[in-house]
């Protein structure tokens, strides 16, 4: 074998096919359908297939990479992903690692929407029974928006013409492009933790799918759900639908409709509280005139009008109760006396020395116990007869035959 010809091992080789390749095919945009998609639970790394009609190309997604993306990977949906090629040397492997990731086109937005959707309705995100009510009289409300779109402007001139005396807490983000999704997400999470805020509206101007796309994400949705204070969504135009505008509280068709919703009119407020005004006034008049026939018909009452009467007749009653009482219990305890001394006589004439006192016998063994038949002592033993004027002792000598007759 010519000396020229370079050996290798398996790793050897394989680092050196990792060395060529991740110098030849970096930084690269590679586009295909995604199959055998995993997101590994532990890690949080994904791993996926890309494929065309005629090869497929295994690829990795670091966790750190994949959480800025703005949609949902899922199988069968086409993507633009970025990355360089590398190997995997334990098991030759050439993959893709992918630092980017986009839909190939706006039909493939449609479906991340559509997934992501379906995903957040099956945990119960869109929910009628996790929706806050609006307070009917808030007193500040939290915009995030950016600062300087038309959003934020037409907030600012509804709340002004019909509710100055609402305090407004912008917390500027941007409402589009890499990042937007995360700003706004914690410009809610901001908001709720001041703790100053009664109601909060998230939203922008109109746009395109792309441009309204930091809505649609995931983190938007969770930050809008997990909020303890009341969340209005105004998204873009009447037309326009978001997922922010399926998880908020409330959703309204634009920015200056929200600004209506959490603003009801100063005219409005004032003629509410006139009426309220007037329902007090005669709620109250009713009260002093029901409180007024009450005193004249106390004051009728002749028997108020002698105290000193009623109290002598409640003594009186006292007095034959007490008397009704105590009669009562004389009887009682007449006829208990009675009762118990008729059972102390029928217990002593039951008694066995008024028995032995009548001519009646007792035999007694030597150890003091009754002799209740002939069979229980033997011809010739001893024992006691014992009366009721005294005792004798006996023997027995013979044993009698009981004779029935027919």
């Known amino acids: 074998m010519p000396e020229s010809i370079r050996r290798f091992t398996v790793t050897e080789l394989n680092a050196e096919i990792r060395s060529i390749l991740e110098g030849s095919f970096s930084d690269i945009w590679v586009t295909g359908e995604i199959s055998n998609f995993h997101n590994h639970s532990s890690s949080g790394h994904m791993y996926f297939t890309l494929k065309d ?16 993306l703005r949609f949902i990977p899922e199988n069968g949906l086409n993507v633009r992903v970025y990355g360089s090629v590398s190997v995997f040397e334990q098991r030759g492997q050439v993959q893709l690692i992918a630092t980017l990731m986009e839909p190939a086109g706006l039909g493939d937005l449609f479906q991340a929407f559509e997934a992501l959707k379906k995903k957040l309705a099956e945990e119960g995100l869109f929910s009628p029974e996790h929706k806050l009510t609006l307070p009917n009289f808030p007193r500040s ?48 999470q901001n908001l709720e933790r001041c703790g100053s805020v009664d109601v909060v509206i998230v939203g922008r101007g109109g746009g395109s799918l792309e441009d309204l796309w ?32 399926l998880t908020a509280d409330l959703r ?20 509410q509280l006139l009426i309220h005004l007037v329902s007090i006034e005669r709620s109250i008049l009713a009260k002093i005139e029901q409180f007024c026939q009450s005193m004249d ?39 208990l006396k009675e009762k118990n001394s008729g059972m102390h006589k029928q217990l002593i ?46 023997e027995k000598i013979s044993d009698l035959q009981n004779n029935e007759k027919g």
């Open 141 to 188: 409300v939290g915009v995030v928006t950016s600062g300087t779109g038309a959003a934020i402007r037409d907030i600012l001139n509804v709340l002004k013409r019909r509710a100055p005396h609402v305090r407004i807490l912008l917390r500027p983000t941007r409402v589009q492009g890499d990042g937007a999704a995360r700003e706004i997400a914690e410009g809610i």
């Open 214 to 245: 930091a809505f649609n994400e995931e983190v938007v949705a969770r930050a809008i759900y997990n909020c303890a204070i009341p969340v209005i969504s105004a998204v873009g135009h009447e037309t326009d639908f978001t997922i922010s505008d």
């Open 349 to 394: 004439n039951l008694g066995p020395k008024q028995v032995l006192d009548r001519g009646y016998a007792i035999a007694l063994t030597d150890q003091g116990q009754a002799i209740r038949s002939a069979s229980d002592i033997a011809l010739g033993d001893h024992f006691e007869l014992r009366t009721g004027e005294g005792s004798f002792e006996a």
């Open 53 to 68: 009609g005629r090869a497929e190309l295994r690829c990795v997604m670091f966790r750190g990479a994949n959480r800025f």
């Open 252 to 271: 309204a068709p634009t920015p200056s409709a929200a600004a209506e919703l959490v603003s009801p009119a100063r005219d409005e407020i004032l003629s």
């Open 297 to 335: 018909h106390l004051e009728n009452r002749a028997i108020l009008q002698q105290p000193r009467k009623r109290i002598q007749r409640q003594v009186e009653k006292l007095a034959l109760l007490s008397q009704r009482l105590t009669h009562g219990t004389t009887i009682y305890l007449s006829q």
